[in-house]
């Protein structure tokens, strides 16, 4: 089974070190729910914080435990770290077209 990071402080993350929001947490909180009745040993993250932030939550409600994995890091993309999509737009207008 995959799953993503909840929700974090900016859109284009990439390989920026940033946290999760609040609702990020609540969406790990209530993924860690769903999942309770599901049994399983070892959660795989990214080093990051968001990801191992989720997986931390996870892991406390299942007593499983966290693997961090280098490999699992998301690519970089460069000048548009940190922007929203709208941003991007605003800043690469051919990307619309």
């Excluded at 599901?38 to 932030?53: C, G, M, N, T, W």
């Excluded at 966290?66 to 690469?92: A, M, P």
Aim: proline share 3%; charged share 30%; hydrophobic share 35%.
């Amino acid at each position: 089974m995959g799953r993503r990071h909840g929700i974090s402080t900016i859109d284009f993350r990439g390989k920026r070190n940033i946290q999760l929001t609040d609702q990020g947490r609540l969406e790990a909180e209530m993924l860690a729910k769903r999942l309770s009745k599901v049994p399983f040993e070892i959660i795989y993250s990214s080093p990051l914080d968001r990801a191992k932030e989720t997986a931390q939550i996870i892991s406390e409600k299942q007593k499983s435990r966290v693997s961090i994995q280098n490999d699992f890091c998301e690519i970089s993309f460069g000048d548009w770290e940190g922007y929203t999509f709208e941003e991007i737009r605003n800043i690469t207008p051919w990307i619309d077209e």
